[in-house]
C-alpha cells in the first residue's frame, strides 16, 4: 500500500512563509484562507526565549474526525490517506471544521480577492465549486495523480510534489510515501525524533515534525 505523508523538520524552518504564498498562489485561495500555515511560537523563560517556526494545516489523517461527522459523505480518505473534499455534495455545514482539531478547514460563503478585483492567477485559479462548502490543503492531490499517470515519484519529482515542499528554501518540508521503507520520508523518520501534532486524540495524523536527531547508542 502508499500512504502519502509530510514532514516538517523544526530545526530548519525560519518562518519566511514561502510556502503559504506558494500554496495560495497554486490554488488561488481567497484572502484570509491559508491551507498551508506557518505558526510562530516564542518558547523558554526570559533569559532562555526562543522562536519555534510550525507549519501547519491539513494533517490527512488516517481517522479523520471531519470525515465522521460530515452529513453528506463529501469529506472521504483515500486508499493512499489522502482525505478529499467532493465540492458537489458538501452541503457546507461546517460540521467538519468544528470537528477538525488542526483548524484545517475553510469556508468562503461569497468570492473576495486581495486587490478587489480579481489577478490574472486569481482569475485562472479561481473555482466556483469552492465557494459556501468545505475547503482545505489537499497535498496537492492533482499534481500527485497527474504525476504519477506519467510515471513520476511524488516527493522526488517536483511536477508530482506539493507545491508548498517545492517553494521551501529551507528543505523543512518533505513528502513521500510513508509505507515504503526505501523512501524518503521513511529515512528522515528513521534517523531523527518526531512527533505528531495531538496524536493523544488518536486521528492518526500524516504529517509529522522532526525536533531533533536520534541518539545513538
Known amino acids: 500500500m502508499t500512504r502519502w505523508a509530510m514532514v516538517a523538520d523544526l530545526r530548519r524552518c525560519v518562518g519566511c512563509q514561502t510556502c503559504t504564498a506558494s500554496c495560495r498562489q497554486t490554488n488561488a485561495t ?5 491551507w498551508r500555515r506557518v505558526l510562530d511560537m516564542e518558547v523558554g523563560e526570559y533569559p532562555n526565549v526562543k522562536r ?4 501547519v494545516g491539513c494533517m490527512h489523517c488516517e481517522d479523520p474526525p471531519c ?11 483515500r486508499p493512499d490517506g489522502i482525505v478529499t473534499i467532493d465540492y458537489d455534495l458538501c452541503i457546507g455545514c461546517s ?28 482569475e485562472q485559479g479561481f473555482d466556483p465549486k469552492r465557494l459556501a462548502v468545505a475547503t482545505k490543503c489537499t497535498f496537492c492531490v492533482d499534481r500527485i495523480d497527474a504525476g504519477l499517470a ?9 511536477e508530482a510534489t ?19 521503507p526505501d523512501s524518503n520520508i521513511s529515512q528522515l523518520l528513521a534517523e531523527n525524533q518526531t512527533f505528531r501534532m495531538h496524536e493523544e486524540l488518536g486521528t492518526g495524523p500524516g504529517f509529522y515534525y522532526i ?7
Open 95 to 122: 460540521y467538519c471544521a468544528v470537528a477538525c482539531p488542526y483548524q484545517a478547514r475553510y469556508k468562503t460563503d461569497l468570492a473576495s480577492f486581495a486587490y478587489g478585483k480579481a489577478t490574472a492567477s486569481e
Open 52 to 55: 519555534s517556526f510550525v507549519p
Open 162 to 180: 506539493p507545491a508548498c515542499v517545492n517553494s521551501c528554501i529551507t528543505q523543512t518540508l518533505s513528502f513521500g510515501d510513508f509505507d515504503d
Open 150 to 158: 506519467k510515471g513520476l515519484k511524488p516527493g522526488i519529482d517536483p
Open 30 to 34: 481567497p484572502p484570509g484562507v491559508q
Open 67 to 77: 470525515m465522521h461527522v460530515c452529513p453528506s459523505t463529501a469529506t472521504k480518505k
Open 211 to 217: 525536533w531533533d536527531k536520534k541518539e545513538t547508542v
